[in-house]
């Protein structure tokens, strides 16, 4: 993918459109199936630490269910999003459980989640000002939170992509950084098997 944003930019001039407009275009080239799964990496850098701590896995996004993200490494653990709750699971007990009727905020992080793993731009404009560059099938975005208490959390998204999402950065409030690569995606099958079902059950 950086290969192919590389080519690109050397190759065309990005065009810069206003906001609605750009959202529109990225839009039509975006894939929107009922289900998508693939491959994360992910590296975050805590201020005061020399090495970035990094995981890889694999997850899966339901339009109607909602998310898995699976860690397979360095440790194993699992992460259940849905509009009403978080759940993290690890060695097949609940670690964590965040409820969206006790916490609010627990919607609103799902449904960024859901946006950002999805490619919903349109539901990202109601949290971020947006603005990037569209290149042939590749695009570049930088979200800025227009929320304060977001902007408490979070300085700026930054995404990029062609069909799909590719990859995602993310500056938080107090300096750390994390960077998400996402590889192997793939729409099909179309429908969630019965073990997946169950996860969201």
Do not use: C, H
Request: charged content about 25%; cysteine-free; aromatic content about 6%.
């Amino acid at each position: 993918m950086k290969k192919l944003v590389l080519l690109a930019g050397l190759a065309l001039l990005p065009l810069t459109a206003a906001a609605g407009d750009l959202i529109a275009d990225i839009t039509r080239k975006l894939a929107q199936p009922a289900v998508l799964r693939g491959a994360f990496e992910q590296s975050k850098e805590i201020a005061g630490f020399a090495k970035p701590l990094r995981s890889s896995g694999a997850f899966l996004v339901s339009r109607e269910k909602g998310v898995l993200w699976d860690t397979r490494q360095p440790f194993a653990s699992k992460l259940r999003l849905t509009r009403g709750e978080i759940v993290a699971t690890q060695n097949g007990s609940v670690s964590f459980q965040l409820s969206a009727a006790k916490e609010p905020t627990v919607r609103t992080i799902n449904e960024l989640m859901f946006a950002l793993l999805g490619g919903n731009l349109k539901a990202l404009d109601g949290y971020f000002r947006i603005d990037g560059k569209l290149s042939g099938r590749a695009w570049q975005l930088t979200l800025t939170p227009r929320q304060s208490a977001l902007a408490r959390v979070m300085q700026k998204v930054e995404l990029s992509g062609d069909q799909y999402v590719r990859a995602i950065r993310m500056d938080e409030a107090n300096g750390d950084v994390t960077r998400i690569m996402f590889s192997g995606q793939n729409p099909m099958p179309a429908k969630l098997s019965g073990e997946e079902e169950a996860r969201f059950d």
